[in-house]
């Protein structure tokens, strides 16, 4: 059964990092594109960041950009997303979610997500 | 950045009967390929996004045949033929022909 666990969410102030990781388990992760996506309280979904199989593409939405690091660990089927410089605005539940197909090279489409891991950026 | 626009924003329904959202995009999603870069999910209350269509008229793995996606280019449909209480939630689409990948404001379906 293909399943994504995020963890690493917590309570961070203004300015500090955190550290977000995905364990993937019931497929292939080294064959797959991964996402995150994030959802602030009470409002829409926000696609982050992707990267591919390979970890060699990286995009990012222009809001995290410089700040926000995905990478991938396949040898340990997880991936991460570094979070520095936070910000109040940053605050969501963050999922990971297994991209589906390509377009461009570009890993597309997300067909499994994860539970969410919570990120609370306050003083 | 491709722009998302979703229809109605609140959709309340009377189970059994029909329900239709409506997801147009500021850019065209037709690729070259014939395949249109638009997928559609449903989050359930408390729960994670689950796929519903994918390339603009594909059902997903499980998803039952009430639900069908139509449409082409910069406007989509998602119809759900018979709602069902199980159906509640927000539906959203998304664009996924480039990055940013972006979504709509999301649709609220809820029961009569």
């Known amino acids: 059964q293909e399943q994504l666990v995020e963890s690493g969410g917590g309570v961070v102030q203004p300015g500090r990092s955190l550290r977000l990781s995905c364990a993937a388990s019931?497929?292939?992760?080294?064959?797959?594109?991964m996402h995150w996506v994030r959802q602030a309280p009470g409002k829409g979904l926000e696609w982050v960041a992707v990267?591919?199989?390979?970890?060699?593409?990286?995009k990012y939405v222009d809001s995290v950009k410089g700040r926000f690091t995905i990478s991938r660990d396949n040898s340990k089927n997880t991936l991460y997303l570094q979070m520095n410089s936070l910000r109040p605005e940053d605050t969501a539940v963050y999922y990971c979610?297994?991209?589906?197909?390509?377009?461009?090279?570009?890993?597309?489409?997300?067909?499994?997500w994860g539970q969410g891991t919570t990120v609370t950026v306050s003083s | 950045d491709i722009v998302m626009s979703q229809s109605p924003l609140s959709l309340p329904v009377t189970p059994g009967e029909p329900a239709s959202i409506s997801c147009r995009s500021s850019?065209?999603?037709?690729?070259?390929?014939?395949?249109?870069?638009l997928d559609w999910y449903l989050q359930k209350p408390g729960q994670s996004p689950q796929l519903l269509i994918y390339?603009?008229?594909n059902r997903a793995s499980g998803v039952p045949d009430r639900f069908s996606g139509s449409g082409s280019g910069t406007d989509f449909t998602l119809e759900i033929s018979r709602v069902e209480t199980d159906d509640v939630g927000v539906y959203y689409c998304i664009q996924a022909l480039q990055t940013p990948y972006t979504f709509g404001q999301g649709t609220k379906l809820e029961i009569k």
């Open positions: 979610a297994k991209a589906s197909r390509l377009i461009f090279g570009v890993p597309s489409g997300m067909d499994i």
């Open positions: 390339l603009g008229s």
């Open positions: 850019q065209s999603l037709l690729y070259s390929n014939g395949h249109n870069y």
């Open positions: 019931g497929f292939p992760f080294s064959v797959y594109g």
């Open positions: 990267t591919s199989s390979d970890g060699s593409i990286k």
